[in-house]
């Protein structure tokens, strides 16, 4: 075993306990170590920050966003490049974007998860069907992608396999990426993942981006059906 292998073994398992420690549920595991923004006592590995110039963009009434001088950033000095910004959305701009992720981008022609065993054009719809609530079909749904169809099995992304990317949430990359000063940034690519109360995500890296220049954007949004 070659010694890159050994040391990657060493921080796989590392991960997996971790992973493991904060997955269990009996006994529930300290938050302790965990790092929040109103955490004063680790105020040297959570820092707030705010990027040099900051102009306000009109776009963000249209977004559902806060104006760019409301938002909360922070940057982690033993993470660089990790940057969290602090819930910048308004209360109907969450709204929003919940029924895009829910009833808009799980449409045809986007990809999802259950497309091997269903062909279904509007997934949200038929989970609706007839007024009544299909809770299998509704828990089925893992993931949809848009734009730049992620290739599950090779882990790349072809021009023959993208369909076009949703204007709005191009617009809403461009004012997060132009507020951190990525000035050309232009986002062609989004997994969108659905996580139910009982779900868990793996740690994990991505190899797929050729462009490592490039910011990597998470947005999250919480919503109880």
């Not at 006994?27 to 929040?36: C, I, N, Q, R």
């Not at 709005?168 to 690519?189: M, P, Q």
Request: proline share 6%.
């Amino acid at each position: 075993m070659s010694y890159q292998s050994a040391e990657t073994t060493v921080e796989d398992d590392f991960f997996m306990k971790k992973f493991k420690y904060y997955k269990a549920n009996k006994p529930k595991p300290s938050l302790s170590a965990v790092l929040f923004p109103e955490n004063v006592d680790k105020q040297d590995e959570i820092v707030p920050t705010m990027p040099n110039k900051v102009h306000e963009d009109p776009r963000t009434r249209f977004l559902g966003l806060k104006t760019t001088k409301e938002w909360q950033t922070f940057y982690f000095p033993k993470r660089p490049g990790l940057i969290l910004i602090k819930n910048p959305f308004t209360s109907i701009g969450q709204r929003y974007w919940i029924r895009k992720c829910l009833e808009i981008y799980p449409r045809k022609p986007n990809k999802l998860n259950i497309d091997i065993e269903l062909s279904l054009s509007d997934w949200w719809q038929e989970c609706f069907k007839n007024g009544e609530c299909n809770k299998q079909l509704l828990k089925k749904l893992r993931w949809t992608t848009l734009g730049y169809h992620h290739n599950w099995d090779t882990k790349v992304y072809t021009e023959e396999n993208k369909t076009p990317f949703p204007e709005d949430l191009r617009e809403l990359s461009d004012v997060v990426a132009k507020y951190l000063g990525y000035s050309s940034f232009r986002a062609e690519a989004a997994i969108v993942n659905y996580y139910h109360m009982n779900s868990t995500l793996s740690g994990h890296t991505d190899h797929s981006e050729v462009n490592l220049g490039a910011p990597l954007f998470s947005f999250r949004f919480v919503y109880f059906l």
